[in-house]
């Protein structure tokens, strides 16, 4: 049985601002952005993860900061599905996704902007569209091989 995983994607962050200040606004967003769940703290690995939900399957975003001087933040921000290791595109794809929405929002919240209810609502809207792509997908699955679809290629 061969292993298909594909490695996590990850990526190294530098910002002008201090640990204290970054780990409060990863909090923010969590508390204020549908999409993103807080998870944990662990100050003995120096690290956080944080659960950004998807349709179906979610993925953690786990941040490793390192020792730094107090005004500048360095960390390693790591995607990974919360079940199973990385299998394919699209879960690369939504990584990535995942780690620029996030990391737009932080560097703009870190400059002093607040998330908003419009905010709120594009990120509603685009996890529905989601959800409304993968049952139609899902249906059409079902008939192509149960509904006499795959008879037509017969």
């Known amino acids: 049985m061969s292993n298909n995983a ?19 606004k990863i909090k923010y967003l969590c508390e204020k952005l549908p999409t993103y769940v807080f998870m944990n703290q662990n ?3 120096n690290s956080m993860r944080i659960e950004a939900k998807g349709a179906f399957l979610s993925q953690h975003m786990d941040f490793r900061f390192q020792n730094t ?14 079940t199973g290791g990385m299998t394919n595109d699209d879960s690369i794809l939504k990584a990535k996704k995942n780690i620029d929405e996030f990391m737009e929002f932080l560097t703009k919240c870190l400059e002093g902007y ?14 529905t569209n989601n959800m ?6 899902f249906i059409i699955l079902l008939w192509f091989f149960f509904g006499g679809g795959l008879e037509m290629l017969l």
């Not at 005004?71 to 990974?80: A, G, K, Q, T």
């Open 114 to 127: 607040e998330i908003s209810e419009e905010d709120i609502k594009k990120l509603k809207k685009s996890q």
């Open 69 to 82: 001087d107090e005004d500048i933040c360095i960390f390693e921000l790591e995607v990974s599905k919360s």
């Open 132 to 137: 409304i792509f993968y049952v139609i997908f």
């Open 43 to 45: 100050e003995t690995l």
């Open 6 to 24: 594909i490695a996590t994607p990850r990526q190294l962050f530098t910002l002008n601002f201090p640990k204290k200040d970054v780990e409060n």
